[in-house]
């Protein structure tokens, strides 16, 4: 579904991406951990569609399409999703009203017909309920004076709501309390599907109690370094980077 | 003066608008100070301070064709109830004239209240700008007809007074006046509108003169909605007495160019003032808001706050000037005007001006002139967004904190009016 081949991407002069690649199936669970300012919300930019960065080498293919060729909002009528590590806050602009927007912009440019207005409130309370996310929060503006935790449950939200084929959790468990964590991880192992995948970017093997993934890769220097099964992130957890980025240091020279 | 001189261009231009809306049908007398003004002051050019971005070199084209067409428009907000009078081209059409007798309350065009209650009128005509700025000398010198809202002590309108101003097709020239005066512990709420027809073009220099007595209220929602290519001069003038409440709302949801003056002047202590306003011009067009307020006594407060856009090739002005007299000690005077630049030919000319004499008061303003969020932008996007869907949703997110503050009908019109005009859905 999505293939990440020999990826370089640089902001400015500064290369941040360094030869990634990365290859994820339909259906499947890929975690990212590595340490900070390896690179891992860039790939997720990138593949969101965010236009600072600048790839100077490489593919991103998804669905047998050319993902770099595609502007932010044609990624997300494709199917994609980003959950933002730092979700921005939008004063003026009601949840709700954001959402209606857009759903439909999204059915418009895939050639479906509007949600009805029933059918559409009827979707918001399903996805509220899976994440319970308090009801005040639809109607207030999108993220404005939300707490840590409920702008990462309103990105969950979004994602219910607008059902993407690959969904990109940018640290979506941190902020989160203990309860918080198990109901966003309830979230999205019920959306977990044949053809559904996630790229969940975490620092926590804790997390990955709750959403089990069958890979994990570990992005260190704008490279993925190593990958394994869900035994990779306890090992990590207990032994941290280094003796992973030293191997590879040592392989390299 | 030398008699034989041919007549300046602006003193030709003050001749055949005199003349037009003499062969119209003036409604009181040309005012005697308002002539003299006339005469004495120089036509503004962009060498003074105050007209520095306003170019009005065009109103000396203005050569009105033949009388107006007085067809009544079709009514605006029909959804609203209110007492409706409708105006062309400074000329009473029709309205639901309210009249309670000498004591009560009246609400009707002002030819029909300087008839009736001529003593209650006396000094109308007068505004602080008919002897200072030479456009509205020029229409105190040739007054039209406009609302005339009288409510006297105690006493509050029945429903909010809707005047609906109107140009039609053609070049024509037009000087209405709207006078409220609201006498002490009365209240009212009215609605000012003017629009005008697509082809219509010339001049509409309309004078609006309030004055709120002490422990009153007026709400006022002023809407102007001008398609046509009409040059629109505005002279909004506000006086408040002791403990009254002025609330003053300005959408230009359309303008080709207009120019609004307002000037509010709190003429008694805790008096409250609240005025709001936001423009969006586009295409080529130019909208200029000059604001005043004088806290002339201790204890009052205002709340200004004005949100605009400029888009295209437009040009958008605001300039709040606040002043603050010696002895107007514990006033509270809060400014802000929020703007967004959208494209790189359109521009922006904002300024406040501050004036303070009293040393107890708490003033603050701000000016932030901005385009759109980048960060914002993307994340719209990244959920699915177009582009225009996605400015189209940041605009009105702009510009609820200033619309929200009209009555539902108006808001909705004004919001369907930015939306036709900026292609929003
Ligand atoms: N806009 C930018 N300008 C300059 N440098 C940037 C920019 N964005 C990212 N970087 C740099 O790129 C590197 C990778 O950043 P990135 O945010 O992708 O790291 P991360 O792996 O997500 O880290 P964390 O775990 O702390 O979230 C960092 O060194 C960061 O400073
Ligand atoms: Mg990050």
Redesign the interface.
């Known amino acids: 579904m999505l293939k990440i081949d020999n990826l370089h991407a640089q902001i400015g002069d500064t290369e941040i991406l360094k030869g990634l690649s990365l290859e994820l199936g339909a259906g499947e669970v890929h975690a990212i951990m590595g340490p900070n300012g390896s690179g891992k919300s860039t790939l997720a930019s990138i593949l ?4 600072d960065y600048e790839v100077t080498q490489g593919s991103i293919t998804f669905d047998g399409v050319d993902l770099l060729e595609l ?3 044609e ?3 494709a199917g994609i ?2 959950a ?1 590590q730092y ?2 806050e ?4 009601s949840n709700i ?3 209606r ?3 439909n ?2 059915r418009e ?1 895939r050639e479906e017909a509007p949600l009805s207005g029933k059918d559409f409130l009827a979707k918001v309370k399903a996805c509220a309920q899976l994440v319970e996310l308090d009801g005040k929060l639809r109607d207030r ?1 999108v993220n404005e004076g939300f707490s840590g935790g409920e702008k990462k449950r309103n990105e969950v939200f ?1 994602m219910a709501m ?1 059902e993407p084929k690959l969904a990109v959790l940018d640290e979506t468990d941190s902020g989160l309390d203990i309860d918080a964590l198990r109901i966003v991880a309830h979230g999205v192992n019920s959306m977990r599907g044949a053809d559904r995948s996630f790229l969940v970017i975490t620092h926590y093997q804790r997390l990955l109690d709750h959403i089990v993934p069958d890979f994990v890769h570990v992005l260190a220097g704008g490279r993925i370094v190593h990958s394994g099964g869900k035994e990779l992130a306890l090992e990590l957890e207990e032994k941290g980077y280094d003796w992973i980025v030293d191997a590879q240091a040592t392989e390299q020279a | 003066m030398n008699e034989v001189a041919a007549p300046t261009q602006h003193a030709a231009l003050a001749a055949r608008v005199s003349e037009a809306c003499s062969q119209a049908g003036l409604v009181g007398e040309p005012h005697a100070e308002a002539l003299a003004a006339l005469e004495a002051i120089d036509y503004p050019t962009t060498r003074q301070e105050r007209w520095r971005y306003t170019r009005v070199a065009r109103f000396l084209e203005v050569a009105p064709s033949a009388p107006a067409d007085l067809t009544a428009p079709p009514a605006v907000v029909g959804n609203l109830e209110a007492l409706r009078f409708t105006f062309v081209a400074g000329q009473y059409i029709n309205g639901d004239v309210l009249d309670e007798g000498a004591d009560g309350c009246f609400a009707g065009p002002v030819s029909l209240a300087l008839e009736r209650y001529p003593e209650r009128l006396k000094g109308w005509s007068k505004s602080d700008f008919s002897t200072r700025e030479w456009f509205a000398a020029l229409q105190a010198s040739a007054p039209q007809d406009g609302v005339c809202i009288l409510v006297p002590e105690g006493k509050s309108l029945p429903r909010p007074v809707l005047a609906h101003h109107h140009m039609p097709d053609g070049v024509h020239v037009s000087q209405p006046r709207d006078l409220i005066h609201i006498g002490n512990n009365a209240a009212a709420e009215a609605i000012l509108w003017s629009d005008n027809a697509a082809q219509s073009a010339g001049m509409l220099n309309a004078a609006i003169t309030a004055s709120v007595g002490d422990g009153a209220s007026l709400s006022l929602e002023i809407v102007q909605d001008e398609p046509g290519s009409v040059h629109h001069m505005g002279h909004h003038h506000f006086t408040q007495g002791s403990n009254s409440k002025l609330t003053l709302r300005t959408a230009t949801a359309c303008a080709h160019w207009l120019r609004n003056d307002l000037h509010i002047v709190q003429d008694g202590t805790h008096a409250d003032s609240t005025f709001h306003g936001c423009y969006l011009p586009n295409g080529r067009q130019f909208v200029d808001h000059h604001t005043r307020i004088d806290h002339a006594h201790p204890d009052g407060q205002s709340n200004e706050l004005y949100k605009g856009l400029a888009a295209d090739k437009s040009t958008a002005v605001f300039n709040g000037k606040i002043m603050v007299h010696k002895d107007a000690q514990r006033i509270e005077a809060y400014q802000s005007n929020s703007n967004l630049l959208l494209g790189e030919q359109a521009s922006m000319y904002s300024k406040p001006e501050l004036e303070i004499y009293a040393d107890d008061v708490r003033c603050s303003h701000g000016c932030t002139t901005g385009q759109f ?1 980048k ?2 932008l ?10 225009t ?1 996605a400015h189209n ?2 605009v ?3 510009l ?2 200033v619309l929200n503050g009209f009555r539902p009908e108006i808001r909705d019109h004004v919001h369907a009016v930015f939306s036709r005009r900026l292609g929003w859905n």
Request: no cysteine; charged share 20%; net charge negative.
């Open positions: 969101a569609g965010r236009e502007d932010a909002t990624r997300a009528v999703f980003l933002f979700p921005v939008i004063p003026g602009v009203n954001f959402l927007t857009a759903l912009s999204i440019q503006s979004q607008l | 969020d960060e914002a993307f994340y719209l996007r990244s959920r699915g967004m177009t582009e869907a949703l940041l009105q997110a702009f609820a904190e």
